[in-house]
């Protein structure tokens, strides 16, 4: 199997990964309350702690597959732990949070709803949706540059090093 192919499963695999679980929190913080589910701090934190968890060792365990299927390079060591993070950051920065309101809610709240529920809320005393996509924008951009770093572009070094060249010579 090509290392293109391989990388797109595991995109793959992150997003479905991903869907799954917005889905589960939209189950639970959307059609069970048409059930009847009242809110309350007692459940939604030990939900809130098992769904962060449930990421957690979802890239631990991704992260550990792919090292156990490697030929245990560096490269694949570093491949490996750049799956960890990239679930955690994508994690952190809300993207199942965005995931939900598009997917499953039909669209993101007005700029003026505060989300409440987010830790951000706690920590800057606001959060609106602007501020959710910005951070769900930089924790795809910080895993995009991650793994462009990680990846690199064939002939990248040695252009880089011809241009060094050049550039002395021109001096």
């Known amino acids: 199997m090509s290392n293109v192919l391989k990388g797109v499963l595991v ?12 889905k ?13 589910l009242q809110f309350s701090f007692e ?3 030990d939900y809130w702690i098992v769904y962060t968890v449930a990421f957690v060792v979802f890239s631990v365990i991704v992260s550990l597959m792919y090292w156990l299927g ?4 560096m490269k694949d060591l570093k491949f490996s732990l750049a799956l960890l993070a990239t679930v955690n950051i994508l994690m952190i920065s809300g993207l199942q949070d965005i995931m939900f309101y598009v997917l499953w809610a039909g669209g993101l709240p007005p700029n003026d709803v505060v989300w409440w529920w987010v830790p951000w809320f706690h920590i800057v005393g606001t959060w ?21 770093v990680l990846i690199g572009r064939p002939g990248l070094s040695a252009t880089v090093a011809s241009s060094k060249a050049t550039d002395r010579l021109q001096e």
Do not use: R
């Open 11 to 22: 995109a793959l695999s992150l997003f479905a990964f991903f869907c799954l679980m917005s």
């Open 24 to 36: 589960i929190d939209f189950i639970v913080h959307g059609i069970l309350y048409n059930y009847g």
């Open 128 to 148: 609106t949706t602007p501020m959710q996509i910005l951070l769900t924008l930089a924790g795809i951009s910080m895993t995009t540059l991650l793994w462009a």
């Open 70 to 73: 490697s030929k245990k390079t």
């Open 43 to 45: 459940w939604a934190i």
